[in-house]
């Protein structure tokens, strides 16, 4: 009787040890919830701080004060009052390309593709020519025509004679083309001899 208690003894210590230990291995094997860390979060290396960061970054009021806006700052009324390779386009200095230059021309190109201005044919004997940016006049040759059965004569309109298929009569300019022997008569620019009534 005494052996049997002491085997149900041993038997009990050996089942709680096994116990023990299986549930020590069990509480093990949870993984605990990540603690939450308070506190400041430090900036990676070579970051700036909130705190620099605040003391670079100008309130937005201060940032928007340095902004011009181009009609206050780029208003024009004049090519001249613009900078260098700015154009005063429809009041305001804008970027252009290429800046005309006309300053002293009155024709000619103004060294952007476009022209300063056309020399006008207003003297019909003379013919207009743009030089260096200035118009100047030269005659035309003699016996050209400038309108109206007028030519050129040195530089002057004059009236042009036409004697075309005649030998006698008005060239048209108060000139004669021609006169006709005693015995002949003048018919339409034709010297003929008169046919006598018999």
Same mark, same amino acid.
């Given at each position: 009787?005494?052996?049997?208690?002491?085997?149900?003894?041993?038997?009990?210590?050996?089942?709680?040890?096994?116990?023990?230990?299986l549930n020590s291995e069990a509480e093990d094997?949870?993984?605990?919830?990540?603690?939450?860390?308070?506190?400041?979060?430090?900036?990676?290396?070579?970051?700036?701080?909130?705190?620099?960061?605040?003391?670079?970054?100008?309130?937005?009021?201060?940032?928007?004060?340095?902004?011009?806006?181009?009609?206050?700052?780029?208003?024009?009324?004049?090519?001249?009052?613009?900078?260098?390779?700015?154009?005063?386009?429809?009041?305001?200095?804008?970027?252009?390309?290429?800046?005309?230059?006309?300053?002293?021309?009155?024709?000619?190109?103004?060294?952007?593709?476009?022209? &300063?201005?056309?020399?006008?044919?207003?003297?019909?004997?003379?013919?207009?020519? &743009?030089?260096?940016?200035?118009?100047?006049?030269?005659?035309?040759?003699?016996?050209?025509?400038?309108?109206?059965?007028?030519?050129?004569?040195?530089?002057?309109?004059?009236?042009?004679?036409?004697?075309?298929?005649?030998?006698?009569?008005?060239?048209?300019?108060?000139?004669?083309?021609?006169?006709?022997?005693?015995?002949?008569?003048?018919?339409?620019?034709?010297?003929?001899?008169?046919?006598?009534?018999?």
């Amino acid at each position: 009787m005494k052996n049997i208690i002491i085997l149900v003894l041993v038997l009990f210590l050996i089942g709680g040890g096994i116990w023990f230990l299986l549930n020590s291995e069990a509480e093990d094997s949870i993984i605990p919830e990540e603690e939450t860390i308070t506190g400041t979060i430090l900036p990676a290396e070579g970051e700036p701080t909130p705190e620099e960061e605040a003391q670079t970054t100008p309130p937005d009021s201060e940032y928007e004060s340095t902004i011009q806006e181009p009609d206050e700052q780029d208003e024009c009324s004049t090519d001249e009052e613009c900078e260098t390779g700015y154009g005063c386009i429809a009041g305001i200095c804008q970027l252009i390309a290429c800046q005309p230059d006309c300053v002293g021309k009155t024709c000619g190109d103004d060294g952007c593709g476009g022209s &300063c201005g056309v020399c006008e044919d207003i003297y019909l004997c003379q013919e207009p020519i &743009c030089q260096n940016g200035v118009c100047i006049y030269a005659n035309k040759a003699n016996e050209m025509p400038c309108g109206d059965g007028m030519w050129c004569m040195n530089g002057e309109c004059v009236c042009q004679p036409d004697c075309v298929g005649k030998t006698c009569g008005d060239d048209g300019c108060g000139g004669s083309c021609g006169v006709c022997d005693p015995i002949y008569t003048c018919v339409d620019g034709s010297c003929i001899i008169p046919i006598l009534d018999m």
